[in-house]
């Protein structure tokens, strides 16, 4: 199971991760990989500077809603295909 970990604290929060965390679940439904995707909440990855954090494999990256389809299927479906 790949394990996405999206960060809801505040500087998060205004740069927009519940419409990141709305991308990601409408692109796992689409993508078909609910059994292989599962989306938690963080409340603080410590790169506030950069957000939105999100936490892929250990990693963690710089995500807006602008460029979040793109993260998602460059990163998350590579995670996925490594299952």
């Known amino acids: 199971m790949t394990e996405l970990k999206i960060c809801v ?42 957000a939105v954090s999100v936490n892929l494999d250990g990693i963690i990256y710089s995500v807006s809603p602008k460029n979040a389809v793109e993260f998602f299927d460059k990163h998350v479906m590579n995670s996925v295909r490594r299952l």
């Open 9 to 50: 604290g505040s500087a998060c929060h205004l740069k927009g991760s519940y419409d990141v965390i709305e991308t990601f679940k409408y692109l796992i439904r689409d993508r078909n990989v609910s059994d292989k995707v599962e989306i938690k909440a963080a409340f603080c990855l410590g790169h506030c500077t950069e």
